[in-house]
Protein backbone atom coordinates (compact mmCIF):
# COMPACT_ATOMS: atom_id res chain seq x y z
CA UNK A 1 0.00 0.00 0.00
CA UNK A 2 1.54 3.51 -1.35
CA UNK A 3 1.53 6.54 1.10
CA UNK A 4 -1.60 8.05 -1.06
CA UNK A 5 -3.90 4.66 0.04
CA UNK A 6 -2.59 4.62 3.22
CA UNK A 7 -3.61 8.32 3.95
CA UNK A 8 -6.81 8.04 2.41
CA UNK A 9 -7.62 4.71 4.62
CA UNK A 10 -6.67 6.88 7.71
CA UNK A 11 -9.01 9.63 6.74
CA UNK A 12 -11.64 7.13 6.14
CA UNK A 13 -11.17 5.58 9.53
CA UNK A 14 -10.41 8.61 11.23
CA UNK A 15 -11.89 11.84 9.47
CA UNK A 16 -10.06 14.87 7.70
CA UNK A 17 -6.44 15.60 8.48
CA UNK A 18 -5.00 18.76 9.25
CA UNK A 19 -2.35 20.74 6.47
CA UNK A 20 0.05 20.17 8.73
CA UNK A 21 -0.19 16.53 9.12
CA UNK A 22 -0.51 16.20 5.71
CA UNK A 23 2.73 17.64 5.16
CA UNK A 24 4.24 15.56 7.97
CA UNK A 25 3.51 12.60 6.62
CA UNK A 26 4.52 13.86 3.05
CA UNK A 27 7.52 14.47 3.95
CA UNK A 28 8.90 12.51 6.77
CA UNK A 29 7.45 9.28 6.48
CA UNK A 30 9.48 6.69 7.09
CA UNK A 31 8.97 4.08 4.86
CA UNK A 32 7.61 6.53 2.00
CA UNK A 33 8.75 10.23 2.84
CA UNK A 34 9.50 12.66 0.36
CA UNK A 35 13.00 12.94 2.37
CA UNK A 36 13.70 10.02 3.97
CA UNK A 37 13.55 8.12 0.58
CA UNK A 38 14.51 10.47 -2.25
CA UNK A 39 17.53 12.17 -3.72
CA UNK A 40 15.46 15.57 -3.97
CA UNK A 41 18.46 18.23 -4.68
CA UNK A 42 20.46 19.20 -7.95
CA UNK A 43 19.29 19.35 -11.68
CA UNK A 44 18.97 15.50 -11.57
CA UNK A 45 16.04 15.93 -8.22
CA UNK A 46 13.39 18.07 -7.69
CA UNK A 47 14.96 21.59 -7.42
CA UNK A 48 18.13 23.02 -6.78
CA UNK A 49 19.19 25.26 -3.83
CA UNK A 50 21.13 28.44 -3.63
CA UNK A 51 24.50 25.77 -2.41
CA UNK A 52 24.30 23.73 -5.22
CA UNK A 53 24.02 26.82 -7.80
CA UNK A 54 27.72 27.98 -7.02
CA UNK A 55 30.51 27.82 -4.30
CA UNK A 56 30.54 31.46 -4.07
CA UNK A 57 27.22 30.60 -1.88
CA UNK A 58 28.69 28.45 0.33
CA UNK A 59 31.88 30.52 0.87
CA UNK A 60 30.29 34.34 1.59
CA UNK A 61 28.24 32.08 4.82
CA UNK A 62 31.75 30.84 5.77
CA UNK A 63 32.95 34.47 5.50
CA UNK A 64 30.19 35.67 7.65
CA UNK A 65 30.53 32.72 10.12
CA UNK A 66 34.24 33.86 10.56
CA UNK A 67 32.78 37.66 11.18
CA UNK A 68 30.29 36.55 13.65
CA UNK A 69 32.80 34.18 15.43
CA UNK A 70 34.40 37.37 15.74
CA UNK A 71 32.19 39.62 16.74
CA UNK A 72 31.74 37.22 19.80
CA UNK A 73 34.83 37.50 21.12
CA UNK A 74 36.47 34.71 19.00
CA UNK A 75 35.54 31.84 21.92
CA UNK A 76 38.20 29.43 21.98
CA UNK A 77 35.26 26.59 21.94
CA UNK A 78 32.05 26.87 19.99
CA UNK A 79 29.64 25.07 18.16
CA UNK A 80 28.85 25.10 14.40
CA UNK A 81 26.01 23.80 13.08
CA UNK A 82 23.90 23.46 10.27
CA UNK A 83 20.30 22.07 10.44
CA UNK A 84 18.78 20.24 7.39
CA UNK A 85 22.35 20.16 5.44
CA UNK A 86 20.79 18.53 2.09
CA UNK A 87 23.78 17.05 0.02
CA UNK A 88 26.54 19.07 2.66
CA UNK A 89 27.31 21.41 -0.44
CA UNK A 90 27.55 24.04 2.29
CA UNK A 91 28.82 22.99 5.61
CA UNK A 92 31.74 21.88 2.99
CA UNK A 93 32.26 25.47 1.22
CA UNK A 94 31.68 27.35 4.40
CA UNK A 95 34.79 25.66 5.95
CA UNK A 96 36.87 25.47 2.75
CA UNK A 97 36.54 29.41 2.82
CA UNK A 98 36.90 29.49 6.80
CA UNK A 99 39.81 27.46 6.88
CA UNK A 100 41.32 29.68 4.30
CA UNK A 101 40.57 33.14 5.85
CA UNK A 102 41.03 31.82 9.90
CA UNK A 103 42.51 28.62 10.57
CA UNK A 104 41.71 29.24 14.20
CA UNK A 105 38.40 29.47 13.28
CA UNK A 106 38.39 26.01 12.40
CA UNK A 107 40.42 24.89 15.00
CA UNK A 108 38.12 26.52 17.75
CA UNK A 109 35.27 24.87 15.54
CA UNK A 110 32.64 21.33 16.90
CA UNK A 111 30.93 20.89 13.54
CA UNK A 112 27.61 19.47 14.26
CA UNK A 113 25.52 18.57 11.66
CA UNK A 114 21.61 18.28 12.13
CA UNK A 115 19.66 15.78 10.09
CA UNK A 116 16.76 13.33 10.70
CA UNK A 117 17.40 11.25 7.42
CA UNK A 118 19.61 8.41 7.58
CA UNK A 119 20.24 8.50 3.72
CA UNK A 120 20.98 12.22 3.79
CA UNK A 121 23.44 11.63 6.80
CA UNK A 122 25.53 9.10 4.20
CA UNK A 123 25.25 11.32 1.72
CA UNK A 124 26.84 14.46 3.65
CA UNK A 125 29.51 12.14 4.91
CA UNK A 126 30.63 11.33 1.60
CA UNK A 127 30.33 15.18 0.40
CA UNK A 128 32.34 16.17 3.48
CA UNK A 129 35.13 12.76 3.66
CA UNK A 130 38.00 15.07 4.44
CA UNK A 131 36.23 16.50 7.49
CA UNK A 132 33.84 13.79 8.42
CA UNK A 133 36.24 12.35 11.29
CA UNK A 134 35.72 15.47 13.00
CA UNK A 135 32.19 16.58 12.54
CA UNK A 136 29.21 15.21 14.76
CA UNK A 137 25.75 14.19 13.14
CA UNK A 138 22.76 14.23 15.04
CA UNK A 139 18.63 14.52 14.49
CA UNK A 140 17.85 16.57 17.18
CA UNK A 141 19.23 20.21 17.92
CA UNK A 142 18.26 19.19 21.86
CA UNK A 143 21.62 17.29 21.47
CA UNK A 144 23.83 20.45 20.48
CA UNK A 145 26.29 20.47 23.20
CA UNK A 146 26.10 23.69 25.69
CA UNK A 147 28.81 26.25 24.05
CA UNK A 148 28.81 29.49 22.20
CA UNK A 149 26.59 28.81 18.43
CA UNK A 150 27.18 29.79 15.29
CA UNK A 151 24.19 28.30 13.14
CA UNK A 152 23.37 28.39 9.62
CA UNK A 153 20.39 26.59 7.97
CA UNK A 154 19.16 27.32 4.24
CA UNK A 155 15.72 26.07 3.38
CA UNK A 156 15.03 24.79 6.31
CA UNK A 157 11.81 26.48 7.84
CA UNK A 158 9.84 25.95 4.37
CA UNK A 159 9.49 22.09 4.92
CA UNK A 160 8.54 22.28 8.63
CA UNK A 161 4.55 21.71 8.08
CA UNK A 162 2.29 24.80 8.79
CA UNK A 163 -1.58 25.04 9.35
CA UNK A 164 -3.72 26.78 6.82
CA UNK A 165 -7.06 28.49 8.33
CA UNK A 166 -9.49 29.70 6.00
CA UNK A 167 -12.12 32.51 6.05
CA UNK A 168 -15.94 31.31 5.67
CA UNK A 169 -18.74 32.32 6.89
CA UNK A 170 -16.94 35.45 8.55
CA UNK A 171 -14.55 33.45 10.52
CA UNK A 172 -11.34 31.52 10.07
CA UNK A 173 -11.61 27.58 10.47
CA UNK A 174 -8.84 25.27 10.27
CA UNK A 175 -8.51 23.80 6.89
CA UNK A 176 -8.39 20.90 6.50
CA UNK A 177 -7.73 17.86 3.86
CA UNK A 178 -10.20 14.88 3.58
CA UNK A 179 -12.14 12.94 0.33
CA UNK A 180 -14.48 13.77 -1.77
CA UNK A 181 -17.65 11.89 -3.05
CA UNK A 182 -15.32 9.90 -5.20
CA UNK A 183 -12.97 9.26 -2.69
CA UNK A 184 -10.09 11.09 -3.63
CA UNK A 185 -8.24 13.74 -1.64
CA UNK A 186 -9.94 17.16 -1.32
CA UNK A 187 -9.54 20.21 0.89
CA UNK A 188 -12.26 21.12 2.73
CA UNK A 189 -13.26 23.55 5.72
CA UNK A 190 -13.22 22.11 9.13
CA UNK A 191 -14.84 23.42 12.30
CA UNK A 192 -11.86 24.13 14.43
CA UNK A 193 -10.80 28.14 14.79
CA UNK A 194 -7.79 30.10 15.64
CA UNK A 195 -7.30 32.59 18.56
CA UNK A 196 -8.15 35.84 16.58
CA UNK A 197 -5.08 37.92 17.99
CA UNK A 198 -2.69 35.71 15.46
CA UNK A 199 -3.97 36.56 12.80
CA UNK A 200 -3.04 39.98 10.35
CA UNK A 201 -4.62 43.21 10.91
CA UNK A 202 -7.68 43.95 8.59
CA UNK A 203 -8.56 40.02 9.05
CA UNK A 204 -12.10 41.44 9.46
CA UNK A 205 -12.19 42.85 6.31
CA UNK A 206 -10.37 40.27 4.17
CA UNK A 207 -12.56 38.35 1.49
CA UNK A 208 -14.33 35.11 2.15
CA UNK A 209 -11.88 32.18 1.28
CA UNK A 210 -8.78 33.92 2.20
CA UNK A 211 -6.35 31.48 3.86
CA UNK A 212 -3.93 32.74 6.88
CA UNK A 213 -0.77 30.14 7.87
CA UNK A 214 0.57 29.50 11.11
CA UNK A 215 3.16 26.69 11.99
CA UNK A 216 4.00 26.63 15.41
CA UNK A 217 6.30 24.10 14.82
CA UNK A 218 8.43 26.97 13.48
CA UNK A 219 8.63 29.26 16.48
CA UNK A 220 8.96 26.50 18.87
CA UNK A 221 12.24 25.56 16.84
CA UNK A 222 13.62 29.45 16.56
CA UNK A 223 12.73 29.83 20.17
CA UNK A 224 14.96 26.90 20.57
CA UNK A 225 17.86 28.11 18.96
CA UNK A 226 17.13 31.12 19.79
CA UNK A 227 17.00 30.19 23.51
CA UNK A 228 20.85 28.33 23.18
CA UNK A 229 21.94 31.89 21.28
CA UNK A 230 21.09 34.13 24.51
CA UNK A 231 22.18 31.48 27.45
CA UNK A 232 25.62 30.64 25.67
CA UNK A 233 26.05 33.75 23.53
CA UNK A 234 25.94 33.08 19.55
CA UNK A 235 24.69 33.96 16.04
CA UNK A 236 22.18 32.17 13.49
CA UNK A 237 21.84 32.70 9.89
CA UNK A 238 18.67 31.69 8.33
CA UNK A 239 17.89 31.86 4.33
CA UNK A 240 14.51 30.70 3.29
CA UNK A 241 11.82 31.85 0.64
CA UNK A 242 9.29 33.93 2.35
CA UNK A 243 7.57 37.38 3.62
CA UNK A 244 9.02 39.79 6.05
CA UNK A 245 5.12 40.67 6.76
CA UNK A 246 2.57 38.55 7.98
CA UNK A 247 -0.59 38.35 5.28
CA UNK A 248 -3.31 36.19 3.59
CA UNK A 249 -2.46 33.70 0.86
CA UNK A 250 -2.26 29.73 0.18
CA UNK A 251 1.79 29.41 -0.69
CA UNK A 252 0.88 25.34 -0.08
CA UNK A 253 3.23 24.14 -3.07
CA UNK A 254 3.98 20.58 -4.63
CA UNK A 255 7.64 20.76 -6.80
CA UNK A 256 8.65 17.55 -8.96
CA UNK A 257 11.03 17.47 -11.07
CA UNK A 258 11.69 21.04 -11.27
CA UNK A 259 8.11 21.88 -11.77
CA UNK A 260 5.02 22.61 -10.12
CA UNK A 261 2.14 19.61 -9.48
CA UNK A 262 -0.92 19.52 -7.84
CA UNK A 263 -0.07 19.24 -4.04
CA UNK A 264 -2.31 16.01 -3.37
CA UNK A 265 -1.77 14.29 -6.41
CA UNK A 266 1.76 12.59 -5.38
CA UNK A 267 1.77 12.73 -1.42
CA UNK A 268 5.62 11.23 -0.85
CA UNK A 269 6.80 11.84 -4.24
CA UNK A 270 7.11 15.61 -4.65
CA UNK A 271 8.51 18.09 -2.32
CA UNK A 272 5.72 20.22 -0.63
CA UNK A 273 6.56 23.42 1.68
CA UNK A 274 4.79 26.78 2.37
CA UNK A 275 6.53 30.32 2.33
CA UNK A 276 7.90 31.13 5.63
CA UNK A 277 6.30 34.17 7.77
CA UNK A 278 9.77 35.47 9.18
CA UNK A 279 7.71 38.23 11.06
CA UNK A 280 6.67 35.14 13.42
CA UNK A 281 9.85 33.32 13.29
CA UNK A 282 11.68 36.87 14.11
CA UNK A 283 8.99 37.50 16.90
CA UNK A 284 9.83 34.02 18.84
CA UNK A 285 13.43 35.07 18.70
CA UNK A 286 12.84 38.10 20.23
CA UNK A 287 10.69 36.28 23.00
CA UNK A 288 13.89 34.71 24.24
CA UNK A 289 15.80 38.10 24.03
CA UNK A 290 17.88 37.59 21.26
CA UNK A 291 18.26 40.73 18.39
CA UNK A 292 16.80 39.86 14.86
CA UNK A 293 17.81 41.60 11.40
CA UNK A 294 16.65 40.78 8.34
CA UNK A 295 17.18 41.26 4.54
CA UNK A 296 17.09 40.30 1.26
CA UNK A 297 19.08 37.25 -0.22
CA UNK A 298 20.00 39.26 -2.82
CA UNK A 299 21.55 41.93 -0.30
CA UNK A 300 22.99 39.99 1.77
CA UNK A 301 25.50 38.53 -0.83
CA UNK A 302 25.92 41.46 -2.82
CA UNK A 303 27.19 43.22 0.96
CA UNK A 304 29.14 40.71 1.89
CA UNK A 305 31.32 40.47 -1.32
CA UNK A 306 29.24 38.50 -4.18
CA UNK A 307 30.64 40.21 -7.41
CA UNK A 308 34.17 40.67 -5.81
CA UNK A 309 33.90 36.63 -5.18
CA UNK A 310 33.13 36.46 -8.50
CA UNK A 311 35.36 38.20 -10.21
CA UNK A 312 38.20 36.25 -8.71
CA UNK A 313 36.73 33.15 -9.66
CA UNK A 314 36.76 33.83 -13.37
CA UNK A 315 39.93 35.80 -13.39
CA UNK A 316 42.12 33.71 -15.98
CA UNK A 317 39.16 31.50 -16.99
CA UNK A 318 37.18 30.58 -20.05
CA UNK A 319 34.54 32.96 -21.65
CA UNK A 320 32.20 30.03 -20.82
CA UNK A 321 33.25 29.77 -17.12
CA UNK A 322 32.88 33.26 -16.97
CA UNK A 323 29.32 33.77 -18.90
CA UNK A 324 28.64 30.66 -16.16
CA UNK A 325 29.58 32.77 -13.25
CA UNK A 326 27.61 35.59 -14.32
CA UNK A 327 24.73 33.45 -14.75
CA UNK A 328 25.15 32.12 -10.82
CA UNK A 329 25.47 35.59 -9.70
CA UNK A 330 21.91 36.16 -11.22
CA UNK A 331 20.62 33.31 -10.27
CA UNK A 332 21.37 33.91 -6.16
CA UNK A 333 20.91 37.52 -6.29
CA UNK A 334 18.81 38.65 -9.34
CA UNK A 335 15.77 40.58 -8.31
CA UNK A 336 14.05 37.98 -10.11
CA UNK A 337 15.72 35.25 -9.33
CA UNK A 338 16.19 34.15 -5.51
CA UNK A 339 17.60 37.39 -4.95
CA UNK A 340 14.25 39.25 -3.73
CA UNK A 341 11.96 35.90 -2.80
CA UNK A 342 14.54 34.45 -0.67
CA UNK A 343 15.28 36.53 2.70
CA UNK A 344 18.20 35.98 5.30
CA UNK A 345 16.84 36.46 9.40
CA UNK A 346 19.82 36.74 11.37
CA UNK A 347 19.69 36.25 15.29
CA UNK A 348 22.30 36.75 17.80
CA UNK A 349 22.75 37.55 21.44
CA UNK A 350 22.38 40.82 22.81
CA UNK A 351 26.00 41.85 22.78
CA UNK A 352 26.54 40.31 19.43
CA UNK A 353 26.50 42.59 15.96
CA UNK A 354 27.30 40.94 12.78
CA UNK A 355 27.76 42.81 9.62
CA UNK A 356 25.86 43.54 7.39
CA UNK A 357 22.66 43.16 9.80
CA UNK A 358 20.95 46.75 11.91
CA UNK A 359 20.05 44.57 14.85
CA UNK A 360 16.47 44.91 16.49
Not at 58 to 69: D, I, T
Not at 72 to 96: H, N, Q, W, Y
Not at 289 to 315: E, N, P, V, Y
Request: glycine share 8%; net charge negative.
Amino acid sequence: MNLKQRIIRQIEASGAISVADYMAMCLFDRDAGYYTTREPFGKEGDFITAPEVSQMFGELVGVWCVSAWRAMGAPSDFVLCEMGPGRGTLMKDLIRAARKLAPEFIAAANVHMVEISDRLQQVQQATLAEDAKNIIWTTKFSEIAPRPLIFVANELFDAIPSRQYVKTRGRFVERMITLDTEGHLSFAAGSGSIDTSLLPPASDVAPEGSIFEIAPARSALMQEISAHIHRERGAALLFDYGHLQQGFGDTLQALSRHTSVDVLHIPGAADLTTHVDFHSVAEAARGEGCKTSAMTQGDFLIAMGLIDRAGALGHGKSAAVQDQIRIDVERLAGPDQMGTLFKVLCVTDPATHTFPFEAK
